[in-house]
């Protein structure tokens, strides 16, 4: 009977440590494994949610599939949708008469940071400041990585990585405050003042197919 329980307690205690520990290694190189998981993986979904401080709700959905890229943009009450098929794009915003028009330029609204894992990666690489461990915590239903970051990097923002606790090493989700710190990455975005969470997710995605009813778009005089 003693045996028995000590085995409960034992069995009790390691659960209990289990989901309530860290990995060994470092936040900086977990991270860093994290981010070369994200630039490889090849299907790739990131949710961007955001309120301005004047409290206007915003939000970025992109997928990623190895057929292309479908971005759906939503700023107040209006949205702006992109599909971008190997060197070829198309939207459809208030600016196309919310019509799909092929794009002259790949950028969605200035910035082609979240239309693909390796560039996503190699911003937050770039744009992250000083990492420290917060522990286990929960983020989008999972008991997750904290990993805080100060937001000193060029365009940072000071908030909370998730990161998954078994390799690979994934990032789960990010939370923070804006605005982004000084010099930006090119091609990055700077995030403006306000709230900002990122939830990705690497399962498979659903195909990407090129918009129908395409209108022409006009061209610029020489």
Same mark, same amino acid.
């Given at each position: 009977?003693?045996?028995?329980?000590?085995?409960?307690? !034992?069995?009790?205690? $390691?659960?209990?440590?289990?989901?309530?520990?860290?990995?060994?290694?470092?936040?900086?190189?977990?991270?860093?494994?994290?981010?070369?998981?994200?630039?490889?993986?090849?299907?790739?979904?990131?949710?961007?949610?955001?309120?301005?401080?004047?409290?206007?709700?915003?939000?970025? #959905?992109?997928?990623?599939?190895?057929?292309?890229?479908?971005?759906?943009?939503?700023?107040?009450?209006?949205?702006?949708?992109?599909?971008?098929?190997?060197?070829?794009?198309?939207?459809?915003?208030?600016?196309?008469?919310?019509?799909?028009?092929?794009?002259?330029?790949?950028?969605?609204?200035?910035? =082609?940071?979240?239309?693909?894992?390796?560039?996503?990666?190699?911003? !937050? =690489?770039?744009?992250?400041?000083?990492? =420290?461990?917060?522990?286990?915590?929960? $983020?989008?239903?999972?008991?997750?990585?904290?990993?805080?970051?100060?937001?000193?990097? +060029?365009?940072? !923002?000071?908030?909370?990585?998730?990161?998954?606790?078994?390799?690979?090493? =994934?990032?789960?989700? $990010?939370?923070?405050?804006?605005?982004?710190?000084?010099?930006?990455?090119? #091609?990055?975005?700077?995030?403006?003042?306000?709230? !900002?969470?990122?939830?990705?997710?690497?399962?498979?995605?659903? +195909?990407?197919?090129?918009?129908?009813?395409?209108?022409?778009?006009?061209?610029?005089?020489?």
């Amino acid at each position: 009977m003693v045996v028995a329980l000590s085995v409960v307690l !034992i069995v009790t205690l $390691f659960a209990a440590c289990s989901s309530s520990s860290v990995p060994s290694v470092s936040p900086t190189n977990a991270f860093d494994s994290a981010l070369s998981t994200m630039a490889t993986t090849q299907d790739f979904h990131v949710l961007v949610q955001s309120h301005t401080d004047g409290g206007v709700p915003e939000s970025t #959905d992109v997928i990623e599939s190895l057929e292309g890229v479908h971005l759906h943009a939503v700023s107040g009450g209006s949205q702006t949708e992109a599909v971008i098929v190997g060197n070829r794009g198309w939207e459809r915003s208030p600016s196309t008469g919310d019509r799909w028009t092929e794009m002259l330029d790949l950028r969605v609204n200035g910035t =082609r940071h979240e239309l693909n894992p390796d560039a996503e990666s190699t911003c !937050i =690489r770039t744009e992250h400041g000083r990492l =420290r461990s917060l522990g286990v915590r929960s $983020f989008a239903r999972q008991r997750l990585w904290a990993i805080a970051d100060d937001g000193s990097g +060029p365009g940072g !923002i000071k908030g909370t990585w998730y990161l998954s606790r078994t390799t690979p090493y =994934r990032i789960i989700g $990010f939370t923070g405050t804006g605005p982004a710190g000084p010099h930006p990455p090119p #091609d990055c975005g700077a995030a403006g003042p306000g709230s !900002i969470e990122r939830l990705y997710s690497y399962e498979a995605a659903p +195909p990407v197919t090129v918009p129908v009813d395409v209108a022409v778009p006009p061209t610029t005089p020489s």
